[in-house]
T-cell receptor, first 115, second 114 residues
Framework: KNQVEQSPQSLIILEGKNCTLQCNYTVSPFSNLRWYKQDTGRGPVSLTIMTFSENTKSNGRYTATLDADTKQSSLHITASQLSDSASYICVVIGDKNQAGTALIFGKGTTLSVSS | DTGVSQDPRHKITKRGQNVTFRCDPISEHNRLYWYRQTLGQGPEFLTYFQNEAQLEKSRLLSDRFSAERPKGSFSTLEIQRTEQGDSAMYLC????????????FGPGTRLTVL
């Protein structure tokens, strides 16, 4: 069964600290992996998109890594800010010919950054 | 702001009533998706359109749900005879081209069924 598991479920860190969120998947075939940020009560916003051949991709203070062999991805946030408080969702795209059901969403990690 | 808009942002209704939501995608995007998201969960796929054609529907889309995209631009999602279990955030997303290209999500419509 295609699944995306994220850990931890929730995380609290102090402003200015770094953190790493994990995503493990059992999706086959694999097309690409995306990280989204979702503020409370808002829709998800894309942070990074990585294909099978990409190991790392950065977007400002966000850096995503992908190990397609172990089927693991991580999202590292550097020098956290209060505005980073949100849910971070890992999405794995499987069979790209199935546009709807190809997207397998994780449940997200809720990050709270405190001052 | 991703360029995808949804209306209304919030809807409170009584059980048994019908509700309709609207999504306006990014204008040049040919694909439009509907998702449902409950608290603490990731979005769940409901259905998607390519232009005006509804190409895929999830088994989550019961016969009380219907979606349309009559002119290949905006889309509506109607829920008939709402149930308390329908309470959720309903998200719309759009993308350009074929395949599973990057999706841009709207802000969602929060439905509460009393």
């Amino acid at each position: 069964k295609n699944q995306v598991e994220q850990s931890p479920q929730s995380l609290i860190i102090l402003e200015g600290k770094n953190c790493t969120l994990q995503c493990n998947y059992t999706v086959s075939p694999f097309s690409n992996l995306r990280w989204y940020k979702q503020d409370t009560g808002r829709g998800p916003v894309s942070l990074t998109i990585m294909t099978f051949s990409e190991n790392t991709k950065s977007n400002g203070r966000y850096t995503a890594t992908l190990d397609a062999d172990t089927k693991q991805s991580s999202l590292h946030i550097t020098a956290s800010q209060l505005s980073d408080s949100a849910s971070y969702i890992c999405v794995v795209i499987g069979d790209k010919n199935q546009a709807g059901t190809a997207l397998i969403f994780g449940k997200g990690t809720t990050l709270s950054v405190s001052s | 702001d991703t360029g995808v808009s949804q209306d209304p942002r919030h809807k409170i209704t009584k059980r048994g009533q019908n509700v309709t939501f609207r999504c306006d995608p990014i204008s040049e995007h040919n694909r439009l998706y509907w998702y449902r998201q409950t608290l603490g969960q990731g979005p769940e796929f409901l259905t998607y359109f390519q232009n005006e054609a509804q190409l895929e529907k999830s088994r989550l889309l019961s016969d009380r749900f219907s979606a349309e995209r009559p002119k290949g631009s905006f889309s509506t999602l109607e829920i008939q005879r709402t149930e308390q279990g329908d309470s959720a955030m309903y998200l719309c997303a759009s993308s350009l081209g074929s395949g599973v290209n990057e999706q841009f999500f709207g802000p969602g419509t929060r439905l509460t069924v009393l």
